[in-house]
């Protein structure tokens, strides 16, 4: 491939890479990550409630990485709450699976700076053949698509398998008992996703600009493997 249509596809890749790295600090940091809603079955048992009259028992709550803050009703009017991970939830939630989530985003966010790095480089520099060449993207694109797959599997263990919703909500609420009726994930997960299938769409532009998947031999060396067999 000529050398300008090289330079194009790996500057496009460095771009996307960027905004991915924008995208996913910007996801860390905000409360969109679930968006739920919450039932109090201990009032809508004691009035045998049903129907329409199930949503003055209905409650939300939107929550990220950090903090969040949501709405509970039990029949007496809304009540606004807001909460952190750190320090107040600790005592609530898995621990470690949520600190590896954040421990991955981050690890994300830095391999996908590298990869820009690495892109733009290839484009404007002269790369070594082994780090900051096509080996080099490749690998860091795989290895950064990986810590997206990560995050946003750790996250839905976290979210159905641990009942994350439902521990916030009954979080130090002696009286009453909340249920989650339903869980969407929301805007940061999304972008976590599409961070992923960028680092995906990357390996393909790679692939595109005439560099060969690595471990993957090329006609010319099975060609004279061949020959040798042959010879021998």
């Known amino acids: 491939m000529p050398s300008p ?4 596809l790996f500057c496009m890749a460095g771009v996307l890479s960027f905004l ?7 996801a860390v940091g905000t409360p969109l ?9 201990t009032g809508a048992l004691l009035v045998n409630a049903s129907g329409k009259e199930l949503d003055q028992f209905m409650g939300e709550m939107q929550y990220g990485l950090f903090h969040g803050e949501g709405v509970r009703q039990c029949g007496l009017g809304a009540r606004p709450f807001r909460f952190s991970f750190f320090p107040d939830l600790l005592q609530a939630i898995p621990v470690s699976i949520h600190v590896n989530i954040i421990l991955f985003c981050m690890i994300l966010v830095v391999l996908t700076m590298v990869g820009t790095a690495f892109f733009m480089y290839n484009a404007f520099g002269k790369p070594f053949e082994t780090l900051h060449g096509p080996l080099g993207l490749y690998l ?8 997206g797959c990560l995050v946003m599997v750790l996250f839905a263990s976290e979210v159905k398998i641990h009942h994350l919703s439902e521990k916030i ?15 969407n994930y929301t805007t940061s997960f ?11 769409l990357n390996g393909l532009l790679i692939r595109l600009a005439g560099f060969q998947f690595p471990f993957t031999k090329s006609k010319d060396t099975e060609t004279t493997n061949m020959a040798a067999d042959l010879m021998y």
């Open 5 to 8: 249509q090289k330079k194009i």
């Open 140 to 147: 860091v694109s795989f290895i950064s698509g990986s810590c």
């Open 169 to 183: 909500a009954n979080f130090k609420e002696g009286t009453y008992a909340y249920k989650t009726q339903s869980e």
């Open 190 to 200: 999304w972008v976590v996703f599409i961070c992923f299938f960028v680092h995906f």
């Open 20 to 26: 991915c790295a924008l995208g996913v600090v910007t």
């Open 33 to 41: 990550w679930i968006k739920a809603t919450i039932l109090c079955k």
